[in-house]
């Protein structure tokens, strides 16, 4: 890559590190907001949730409504109002303020990371677009391991208020580098969002969706519940709790990083069998955690598999759209991100299901049995795959017989 890509890219991780970190920091704040603003640990938990959906819901409408205007100017203009959502959520005094504030900026940044990956994209060469994009999606990694412990520090130290000046300081910053290194040139697709919604009309594309969402939603199943996992059933004193979280996000990195070489050999026909290790890993808990080190190992591994698929699903939707519904190529590069939020809800719900009706540590297989289904939508999607190939190189060596007889 040019300098002027490894600037471009450098300048995109720092804005999903900037959009992760405004996005995360609200779960290390919730207990300060619901004392501040006299209301339910659960109402607080709301905040996280409505911002989940209103991502997964608003980033593919938006992300196609605004596709039709060139990237530079947009991309400005929308950190400008993810600042402005900042702020408001800085200075909000009620409950019903600050929750709308939350909403606004969850559509800001669903809209952002489609952009992001859609610029990286168009501009870096072919060879180096896995890469790039892992690189992009690790702003999100770091963004969980530094910027939500640093965040919820300014918040116990200066009030959760302050700890949203940070990120609306943190979007100013991204704002001024996004203005020195996005290509001005990058010109939007005009079409209507009927013609871009036909993106779902291939049932391959919906089948698609949920492979990323089945896997995040495996790993966040033991996720969401890790703490008490590591203090109930491996008995990991609190103190060392978040130093558990600390492994497991810098962990993390390397799958994300992983995952672009595994995106750059072709990962479309690879990634089943990441679902079925991450499967055996997640099930290896059940059995490990009878031992803190092989319970810690487990838990390392499964950091270590979580993100590998995310930069091979990334390609595979811009590359769809690009072949079959090329209006729809923005709304194509938010299909990852919002199925990643989709999963993070699925998982939750069924961690949320199992703690309630079984023990904390049968999370481990139950996990596992959704990567195997992750594995299984993989694997139909990739012999679907293989067989439209072969089907058009068929049809075009009979079209080619054809001509070389007449």
């Known amino acids: 890559m040019t300098r002027q890509h490894k600037l471009l890219t ?3 991780f720092l804005l999903t590190f900037v959009l992760g970190t405004s996005e995360f920091v609200m779960v290390g704040l919730l207990t300060e907001v619901a004392s501040d603003m006299k209301i339910a640990i659960s109402a607080a938990g709301s905040l996280v949730s409505a911002f989940a959906l209103s991502f997964a819901i608003g980033t593919p409408i938006f992300t196609a409504l605004f596709s039709r205007f060139s990237k530079y100017p947009l991309i400005l203009a929308l ?16 409950y019903g303020l600050l929750l709308v504030s939350r909403v606004i900026t969850a559509v800001v940044t669903g809209v952002l990371i489609a952009l992001a990956m859609a610029v990286a994209s168009e501009t870096v060469p072919l060879e180096k677009r896995g890469p790039a994009i892992s690189i992009i999606f690790t702003g999100f990694t770091v963004a969980s391991v530094l910027g939500v412990p640093l965040g919820t520090f300014i918040g116990q130290w200066g009030g959760w208020h302050m700890s949203y000046w940070f990120t609306t300081l ?29 993106l779902f009309a291939y049932p391959r594309i919906v089948l698609a969706f949920f492979i990323p969402a089945l896997s995040i939603a495996a790993t966040y199943s033991v996720y969401t519940y890790l703490a008490p996992l590591l203090q109930d059933v491996l008995f990991v004193p609190a103190q060392y709790i978040s130093l558990v979280f600390l492994l497991y996000g810098i962990v993390s990195i390397f799958s994300t990083l992983i995952g672009g070489k595994l995106a750059a050999g072709g990962g479309m026909g690879k990634i089943r069998y990441v679902f079925l ?3 055996v890993i997640l099930a290896s808990i059940y059995v490990s955690s009878g031992s803190l ?27 769809w759209a690009d072949r079959h519904v090329p209006e729809a190529r ?26 309630t009706n079984m023990e904390l540590i049968d999370l481990s297989w139950s996990g596992g049995i959704v990567a195997v289904l992750a594995a299984v939508l993989a694997l139909i999607n990739y012999r679907l795959d293989r ?20």
Not at 293 to 314: D, E, H, P, R
Not at 344 to 353: K, P, Q, V
């Open 10 to 12: 450098l300048n995109l």
């Open 79 to 94: 950190i400008g109002v993810f600042i402005v959502g900042n702020m408001i959520t800085a200075i909000s005094g009620s």
């Open 170 to 198: 943190l979007g100013i910053v991204s704002l001024i580098a996004s203005f020195a290194t996005i290509p001005r040139g990058l010109k939007g697709a005009r079409s209507s969002l009927k013609k871009q919604l036909r």
């Open 277 to 279: 290790i991450q499967a």
């Open 293 to 319: 080190a092989g319970g810690l190992v487990s838990i390392s591994f499964m950091a270590l598999v979580v993100y590998l698929m995310n930069s091979t699903m990334q390609l595979y939707f811009m590359d």
């Open 330 to 355: 923005d709304l194509a590069s938010s299909l990852t991100s919002v199925s990643v939020n989709v999963g993070i809800a699925m998982g939750s719900a069924l961690g949320g299901f199992v703690t």
């Open 387 to 406: 067989g439209t190939r072969s089907a058009s190189k068929e049809e075009n060596g009979l079209r080619g017989q054809y001509e070389g007889s007449l």
